[in-house]
Nanobody
Framework: QVQLVESGGGLVQAGGSLRLSCAAS????????MGWYRQAPGKQRELVAT???????KYADSVKGRFTISRDNVKNTVYLQMNSLKPEDTAVYYC????????????????WGQGTQVTVSS
């Protein structure tokens, strides 16, 4: 069984920074795309950023230039550096793995972390 454990959320003032981490553990051989999504109260979950195993990235327009996604393929960990935070960035942030290959060479899909709260005060 694969688990995603997030850390790094918290309360920060507008203009501040936070760094989220998400470590995947279990019988993992390799991971394809990892990403971060967020869900604000009363809103649908939305994509924030994704990164492929080769390092290609994609960002939501609302975070371009402020957030940076990165990963460590050896540690099976993805990071989200969030700078110039705004109150509208307040949400629960979820880590996602779209697909992975287990050490028994089986593909598995759609893992989510438990979520970490990010609150930006004005």
């Amino acid at each position: 069984q694969v688990q995603l454990v997030e850390s790094g959320g918290g309360l920060v003032q507008a203009g501040g920074s936070l760094r989220l981490s998400c470590a995947a553990s279990g019988m993992i051989f390799s991971i394809n795309t990892m990403g971060w999504y967020r869900q604000a109260p009363g809103k649908q979950r939305e994509l924030v950023a994704t990164i492929t195993s080769g390092g290609s990235t994609k960002y939501a327009d609302s975070v371009k230039g402020r957030f940076t996604i990165s990963r460590d393929n050896v540690k099976n960990t993805v990071y989200l550096q969030m700078n110039s935070l705004k109150p509208e960035d307040t949400a629960v942030y979820y880590c996602n793995v779209d697909s992975l290959l287990t050490i028994s060479r089986r593909y598995e899909y759609g893992y989510w972390g438990q979520g970490t709260q990010v609150t930006v005060s004005s």
